[in-house]
C-alpha cells in the first residue's frame, strides 16, 4: 500500500477510465498525449542536452545532433508519461495535476504504459544507432531512474525523494556530451552537479506553495513531514552550495569570465531570494517569496546554460574568455 | 453510452471521430518524419559508401 493510495478519494475523475477500456472508444486527443510527455519539463531536458552536446569538444554533425537531441527529448516525453502512468492516483487529488489526461479518463492508464514504454524503447535503440551506445546507455539509465528509483520508489517513501531522485533531471546535459564525444567528462560531470543541486531549492519552494497539495496526495514532501522552517532552512543551505557548484566551470577553468560572473551574480540572487522565503513576515507573504524562488530557479538554470554555452562559443571562435 | 449503441455496434459521436482523425494524422505525420530522419542520418552517416558493399 503507498502512502498516495492510503486515504485518498479515488472515487472521482482517477476512476474514469477504467470504465471507459470495457464500453467506449478512445476520447483521447493528440494533445492529451503531448501533455502526457510534459512537454514544459522537456523544454528544460532538451536546452540542457543541446548545451552539453554542444560545448563537448568534438564536432557533431548538425543532422546527428538534432537526432540526438530528439531521441532525448523523446526519452523525458517517455519518463513524463510513465510517471504519469503510475502516478495517476496521486495526481487526481492534487490541484495542480488533477487535469492531467489520465486522473480524467482521457487516456487510460494502459495506455499511457503503452505510448510511455514505446517511446522509451524506441529513443534509447535510435539513439544508440544515431550517436553511440555510451549515451544510449545514459538515456535508458536516466529514464529507469526517473520512473523507477524517483517514482515508484523515493517519491512515495522519503522527504529526501527530490534530493536523490533530482539526479534523474541532471543527467540530459550528461548524455548531450556523451552523444558527442561517446563518454563523460569532467565537464559534463560539473553540469550534472549544478543542476543536481539546484533541483531540492527549486522543488522545495513549490512545494511550500503547494503543501496542502501534497498533503491531500499523502507525498511526504519536505515541508509536509518536517514543517516550513526545516524546508526553508534547507532551501537556504541548497542554495549556498549552488552558488560555487554553479560557478565551479568557471573556478576550475573549464569557461571564461563571463560564466563565472554570471554565474556568481545569479547565485548571489539566488540565495538573496531563498533568504525572503526564510524570512517572510506572514504565511502569505511567504507564499509569494516562495514562488518568485521558484520562478527565479527556472531563469536561473536557463541562464547558466545559456552563458556557459555563449562563453564556450567565443572560445572556440577567438580563444577568449578561458582562465585556464 | 446506450445512446451510442447501435445495432451495428458503436457509433462514434462527431467528436469522437474529429479527435480519432487528429490522432490518425498525428501518427501518419509522426512516422512520415521518421522516414525522412532515417533517410538523411543514413545518407549522412553511409554517405556515397552506402553504394560500397562485399559482393
Known sequence: MSLATEGADLSGPATAGPSRARLEPSIAGVEDYIELMKPRVMSLVVFTAFVGLLIAPVHVHPVIGFASLLCIAIGAGASGALNMWYDADVDAVMKRTHDRPVPKGRILPGEALAFGMTLAVGSVVVLGLVANWAAASLLAFTIFFYVVVYTIWLKRWTPQNIVIGGAAGAFPPMIGWAAATGGIGAESLLLFLIIFFWTPPHFWALALYRTDDYARARIPMLPVVSGRAETQRQIMLYSLLLVPVGAAPWLLGYAGVLFGGTALAAGFLFVVLAWRV?????????????????????????????????DSRLSAHFGIGYAG | MDEQMHENGVVLTKEQLRRRRAR?????????ALVVLFYVITIVKIGPNVLTRPM
Request: cysteine-free; proline content about 2%; hydrophobic content about 65%.
Open chain 1, 278 to 310: 526564510m524570512r517572510p513576515s506572514d504565511l502569505k507573504s511567504g507564499e509569494r517569496a516562495a514562488m518568485r524562488l521558484f520562478a527565479f530557479s527556472i531563469l536561473y538554470l536557463f541562464l547558466l546554460f545559456a552563458v556557459l554555452l555563449i
Open chain 2, 24 to 32: 490518425s494524422i498525428a501518427i501518419a505525420l509522426s512516422l512520415g
